[in-house]
């Protein structure tokens, strides 16, 4: 199947939902070989891939991975990477904002790629056993409402892809297809992405794959976050209906800052970080992780609003959970 793919994508046609998850599923399967995984993502990525062919490949990695088992509503807050900014992680230091709020918490992520610290580095760097067994994930999600998926354990399958992509060095499908295939079936999820062009598509692809409430959202400053430095492209899935805005740090009482404000480094840099924001310090690193927060809160308690969602974010830093 990957051969007529191949040929349908460099003639400029899409993929049907079926044709896209039987390719996602050879490559996964590892029936495939280097040069054309190779040829598909790059084809694929010249096209432009469309909502259909994203949720199919996004459905088969979830149907490839080793999944986490639970019975409870789990939410995640994971960005795509690739925005070049190098600023510190401020989804993971949200995420254990959001677990001390009361939320559960499965974040889903890997070392980094295109910058010098991802979730997994700085979770290393501040202590935390990463590579624990999937069983023992559950445990620690059940018992404190916060765990680590880290994705080379869950996706064994991207052995046969991530040599590929390392070969490449470019943006591929895959640099999507990560934060929408979380192992513990996320079904609330804040999502920020490179490129503006991707929120409301991205939002749609959420949707078709059964989130029940997501964000999905882009720093007019490139950021993959909610940005506390310029306005914040939104898209929203909420309840079955889907709206795109516009939101502005002053809108919830914030200062604006400077990108550069945001910015981190090693993990250990980073890792101190986490621990001044949560110990207390206050300035725009701090807003950045409010603001992310709030979103995530505002997406998982029904019946409140970002302002009051903004409150619970400050007084759970505040408090020292």
Not at 28 to 41: C, D, N, V, W
Not at 57 to 66: D, E, F, G, L, N
Not at 191 to 204: F, I, R, T
Not at 291 to 314: M, P, Q, R, V, W
Request: aromatic content about 4%; proline content about 3%; hydrophobic content about 40%.
């Amino acid at each position: 199947m990957i051969k007529e793919a191949i040929e349908r994508l460099t003639n400029g046609e899409n993929l049907s939902y079926e044709t896209a998850e039987m390719v996602m599923d050879e490559i996964m399967s590892g029936k495939t070989s280097e040069i054309q995984i190779s040829a598909f993502l790059v084809s694929l990525s010249m096209k432009k891939e469309t909502i259909e062919e994203i949720t199919a490949c996004a459905a088969s990695m979830r149907k490839h991975c080793i999944k986490l088992l639970h019975d409870q509503e789990v939410l995640e807050i994971v960005g795509t990477g690739a925005d070049h900014s190098n600023s510190f992680n401020i989804s993971t230091t949200s995420s254990i904002v959001v677990s001390a709020a009361g939320i559960p918490v499965a974040k889903h992520g890997n070392r980094a790629a295109t910058s010098k610290c991802g979730a997994a580095d700085v979770l290393e760097a501040l202590g935390v056993n990463i590579s624990i067994p999937v069983e023992k994930s559950k445990y620690i999600l059940d018992k404190i409402g916060l765990c680590f998926l880290f994705a080379q354990n869950y996706h064994i399958a991207m052995k046969y892809v991530a040599p590929i992509r390392r070969e490449l060095g470019i943006r591929t499908i895959f640099n999507i297809l990560g934060p929408l295939s979380n192992p513990a079936g996320a079904t609330m999820q804040l999502m920020g992405v490179y490129d503006k062009s991707l929120v409301e598509p991205l939002a749609k692809v959420l949707s078709n794959l059964g989130v029940k409430n997501a964000m999905v959202v882009c720093g007019q400053d490139g950021l993959d976050e909610i940005s506390i430095s310029s306005p914040t492209t939104v898209c929203e899935v909420k309840n079955g209906w889907i709206k795109s805005y516009v939101i502005e740090p002053e809108q919830f009482g914030l200062k604006r800052c400077d990108k550069d404000d945001l910015k981190g480094g090693t993990p250990e840099k980073n890792a101190q970080i986490t621990r001044d924001i949560l110990s207390g310090y206050k300035g725009a690193k701090r807003d950045a992780v409010v603001l992310n927060s709030a979103a995530a809160i505002y997406l998982a308690k029904d019946g409140i609003t970002f302002n009051e969602a903004i409150k619970i974010a400050e007084d759970t830093i505040d408090s020292g959970k």
